[in-house]
């Protein structure tokens, strides 16, 4: 008997799933998981980000969805591929409203992981290629509009005399990302931006900032970065590409806008919002609203007794922008992750005496490390490969949530190996190292807390040389006049005192503008729900409340680095498109439990 | 015996012909060249934009410069193809300083055509890919200088305490590209614009104007335009893209700066550069100066006796910007090429009485017939066939000049034939119509002369059905106080009057700013030598003057429509920055003749 290639066996299954799906017949689509499998899917049968845990949980969603969804035409695309014990696939298919693109593994025959996302709409698809506009019509008109006139028409008309669709507050990269993908699938929308001009938020912070991931990953949509463009972007070079960006892009991008308040008015189902814009105060009466107001929210600052006694300066990370002022002076920097790092190397390079109060271990990998083995699929050699960066997102959004730590654990274990010194190094100059409560390492820090990790960059070496002193394993007691007092009663001299302790919840900005109740109802932003101190239960599967929606009808949250703002933005505004075309979007919810896969920890305490 | 493929054949070509240039063998390598055949060089043998046309200005141009180059490597690169008659290779090779490309094309087994174009400079290859900068030092460093700080240094020495290698006198499309190019390649360069915003020269243009050439023609280089671009730009929304670009690519722009005088110094070897920036007069030593002013010179009016009795607005299409205000008036527009066309248009359709007065007849295609017939390799299909527009520039510039005639003709007869009922119609309102002296059509009339034609958007309809009234034929005797009158006696009256005249050429500027005995020296820019009225002899082979050293040192010209703005500047960028590092760029000048194989007519009138 010919043995059958990967493609033939991915096909056959498809084939299996397909006519089973077509029949309603869920049983025999069961048969068609193993019992250990995930479904991750992007709007396509849930019109939600989820991802069914179980075989059960497939078959509880197929039973509430499979009806209303109507799938068909599944096609292997390209070639299947084989490690020998699972088979990948990737597919197209089709539901009543949509055409979508996936990626399966099948383990034994039978579908290990399996994940759906939406391409686009049917009969709403973005004009692009061969169906871009014309730009012209070929032919005399009396009064006819340029584009010019046209462009600005529509600006003075946008939010005046006529409202747009979703108004999106805040304009980062998470902001102009989906302003772009609203324009391009045409949802009328406005872009509020607080800072003066577009690029500001990056512009803004601290003079040596560089982007830590490489230029591969950090595309954004239907612009990519030049190919001789840095793979570590500079932090004003970012804010002037993002300028340029939501210019050549026509956004309605309102600028010196801050966002004041917002209610919704349940029974016109539209927002009332109000808007300051260079001191005029407008409203606006958006049917949807998006806080894409950063990665995070407002910022955090620890409580330390005694400030008013300090005779030195007191600054959060988001208001240091230049070292140079604290030459020859002491400085204490609290907090020991990506901002801490960044701002006690500024110190030091600026000439400043620096010392690092470490308050918790902190997750830290060379750069050059990080790059070689964390981002083999956005890389030049990937490109090389084919691997383009949509490619490499589709790749990785294929790998469902819950087993993204065992894969990580595996990685970790490679890079302790690989810099064994490094980290023998730095462990012995008293910074205090760790790879996450499961040894998972940074990335899953980040979709679990946001924070407590460091892609080093340099300061390590400063660390390792005594050139940035650490303080590690304190807490602070109180300011003196002088500085710092420790708990131990030990003192820290200090001219200024700089608290890199990052930021609060996006959805503490949802209580500032909308109300606390709302706030509270929706609940933190980011976190997986992993039972890590700072992620509690119950396991979500998924991060919470980002580009989906939230327990408040038309309000959604969208941000994130640049990569995740360039993939999720796409799914935000097709989830957007959807509602404003009236098509129904019936939102599917798998039920949580505090048990789920990618449960790790002790820490079950409810989110503060 | 088994046929060879096409693939085999290029292949045993190339060895033969590589095998006799290692040998300086050069009868050897003549006996490989078809008597009729050609070879176009951009600076790979000749340091020159060059064709050797027929087997003995091969010889000897190989005899002048085949030491010096010591070629080598030459390879078929993919498959080569074949038609039965000829068959097509695309090949790589290196010389002494340089890797080169090119397209071949052998007819039974000899060299009909050639075509051999630089690459790069061997130790100055453009960081782009792999070799992209990596934008940031991974080690903490003292007083560590940042992108923005970098930036804004260089901005504040350059041109004042640090001189440009090269000035370019011009910001539109063509300064901008090779300021690009420059900047990628590593040639300190200033571009001075005298318009206050680059993009500007796009902008001020007559409201209504969009580009006539698609956008897969139009493509700026390093950054594409996206694929939702509409597929003919409107004037200000190109504009836009050229400052954004600017801005990206980080030139050093001077906006609102003109370019006063310029003096070459021969024993320095340097330009002294009067230029005036925002009202600051500064004086620039560049090493290399190069005129992108536009692709064409100072405006071309034609005399009118009587214009002060003119009781109307007299002005040139470039002053000519809304026809708004001529609602209800009488316009007269001189000139039925492009710019008479599409002011005539505007003109209507802003409700004025327009009569379009036509000198001489004009070639008109319709932009539909030309997109689908003549820009097929420049497409969203060709595109999806793999020919990106850097390949398809590589074709296009593959065949030599006297070549063209041919397949224009060819074309010609079959869009004559396609849109026969069209022209009878235009023909029917009076209109005159023209293909050029050797019916070779609009391509050829844009390389002779540049001027002549049009591409139908719209005011062909206008014409045919007397809503665009037309003065055929007709010569202008003078302005009467209420219009013109004729030679043949008859009246216009008109309320104004819009010189479509067209502009002088390049090189007038250069009488401009540096000297008449330089411009002199020098010539006229463009035309082929073809013996077209407005185009004599003798044969040149290639435009004249454009992209390549001309008869003063260290001057240059650079410019055309976005297409060649965008494949020539990488050639002008090689071959300054080749002399900025000293490298021995001897040129080649092949002998030209009067009866060229590419010349047509009996004007053989000197070029005024």
């Given amino acids: 008997m010919l043995e059958k290639t990967p493609t033939a066996v991915a096909a056959r299954w498809l084939e299996s799933f397909s006519a089973a799906l077509a029949l309603g017949d869920i049983s025999a689509d069961a048969e068609l998981f193993l019992e250990e499998s995930y479904w991750r899917d992007l709007l396509t049968f849930t019109w939600n980000i989820e991802t069914m845990e179980g075989r059960n949980a497939i078959v509880a969603m197929l039973e509430a969805m499979l009806a209303g969804t109507r799938p ?23 539901t009543e409203v949509a055409r979508g693109e996936g990626i399966l593994r099948l383990r034994e025959g039978r579908c290990w992981t399996i994940f759906t996302a939406m391409t686009e709409l049917k009969g709403f698809e973005e004009k692009t290629g061969p169906t871009r506009p014309l730009g012209l019509k070929h032919k005399a008109e009396r009064n006819r509009e340029t584009w010019l006139e046209a462009r600005r028409r529509e600006k003075k008309e946008m939010g005046h005399t006529r409202q747009p669709y979703c108004l999106v507050i805040g304009g980062g990269q998470g902001g102009i990302a989906l302003g772009a993908r609203l324009k391009q699938i045409g949802v009328p929308a406005i872009v509020v931006e607080k800072n003066a001009r577009a690029g500001d938020s990056w512009r803004n912070r601290y003079r040596s900032l560089v982007l830590h991931d490489p230029v591969w990953y950090d595309h954004m949509p239907y612009v990519p970065f030049p190919d001789h463009w840095p793979v570590f972007t500079p932090k004003d070079k970012m804010g002037d590409w993002l300028e340029m960006y939501a210019k050549v892009m026509e956004l309605d991008y309102w600028t ?10 349940d029974e016109e189902k539209v927002w009332t919002v109000e808007v300051e814009r260079e001191g005029e105060r407008i409203t606006l009466k958006p049917k949807a609203l998006v806080f894409a107001t950063g990665a995070y929210g407002p910022l955090r600052r620890i409580e330390v007794p005694g400030a008013a006694d300090f005779r030195g300066e007191i600054l959060h990370s988001s208001d240091y922008s230049d070292g140079r002022k604290y030459a020859g002076k002491r400085v204490a920097v609290i907090g020991s992750a990506s901002s801490g790092h960044d701002v006690s190397v500024d110190l030091w390079e600026a000439g400043a005496d620096v010392t690092m109060v470490q308050r918790s271990p902190t997750t830290v990998v060379r750069s ?30 294929s790998t469902p949530f819950a087993l993204l730590p065992e894969g990580q654990r595996e990685l970790y274990g490679t890079i302790r190996t690989r810099d064994a010194d490094f980290y023998e190094r730095l462990g012995a100059s008293g910074f205090a190292l760790d790879f996450g409560d499961d040894e998972t390492g940074l990335m899953m820090k980040a979709y679990r807390t946001g924070s407590g990790y460091y892609i080093d960059v340099g300061a390590c070496e400063l660390i390792m040389n005594g050139d940035i002193k650490v303080k ?16 131990e009663g030990e003192e820290l001299a200090a001219d200024a005192v700089v608290f890199c302790t990052g930021y609060h919840s996006m959805h503490e900005v949802v209580a500032q503008i909308v109300s606390r109740e709302v706030a509270d109802r929706i609940g933190p932003c980011w976190g997986l729900g992993s039972g890590v101190r700072g992620d509690p239960g119950p396991w979500q599967g998924e991060p919470r409340n980002m580009w989906k929606p939230t327990a408040q009808e038309a309000l959604w949250f969208h941000g994130g680095n640049l990569a995740l703002s360039r993939f999720y933005s796409k799914y935000v505004a097709l989830q957007l498109k959807a509602r404003m075309e009236g098509l129904a979007t019936p939102v599917y919810r798998s039920p949580k439990r505090n048990d789920g896969p990618g449960t790790v920890g002790p820490h079950q305490e409810e989110r503060a």
């Fill in 256 to 265: 010196s806008t801050a966002c004041i308040a917002a209610s919704w008015e």
């Fill in 368 to 397: 050059d490390t990080l790059i070689e083995l964390a981002f083999d699929i956005y890389s030049e050699a990937a490109v090389k490969r084919g691997i383009t960066t949509d490619i490499a997102d589709m790749i990785v959004a």
């Fill in 72 to 94: 068909r035409d599944w096609r292997v695309k390209g070639e299947a591929e084989s490690d020998g014990a699972v088979i990948e696939a990737w597919f197209t298919f089709e």
């Fill in 472 to 487: 590690s394993g304190v807490e602070i007691a109180s300011f003196t006049p002088a500085g710092l007092r420790f708990e």
